[in-house]
């Protein structure tokens, strides 16, 4: 078996606009251990429509995506994949992502607590459980924790 010379293909989950700056370091960090090519993936907000209701009305995570595409290739100096999904749901998101295109890891941040209903307090690890490299960032006194699953 030859070993694979491609770059590993990341997803980075944006699932949380507050953890934009630390998503971007986070994925500064992970450019910066190695050769990758990234995906970003905007859930639609779930307070754009009734909770698990899917709509092709992604205007305003494509608006996400439009913020959050340059300040990352502006960190990284590449050109970013990105889309924004029709579910509000970050978990089937990263599915429904999956099953479409192959990614080596994960990059996803933790579910803000101070939401009424964070979309899964445990994405991180429910991820990694399908059996992915996951990152889980959080935002903490402006400074990046990043835990590797």
Known sequence: MEP???APHV?????NPAATAALAEAVRERRA???ATF???VPNPEDQLVFDR???DVHVGEHRLAVVLPMLED???????GRAA??????????EELDARSYDEIIVPAS??????????????????????VTIVAERSGRTAVAAG
């Open 11 to 15: 997803l980075v989950v944006a699932s």
């Open 54 to 56: 899917v709509s092709q």
């Open 86 to 95: 029709p579910s509000p749901c970050a978990y089937d998101d990263v599915l």
């Open 112 to 133: 803000p607590r101070r939401q009424p209903h964070p979309p899964h307090p445990d994405l991180g690890e429910r991820i990694a459980e399908l059996g992915y490299a």
């Open 75 to 81: 960190t990284l100096g590449l050109e970013i994949d």
């Open 4 to 6: 694979c010379t491609e």
């Open 39 to 41: 995906t970003v993936l």
């Open 33 to 35: 251990a190695g050769p």
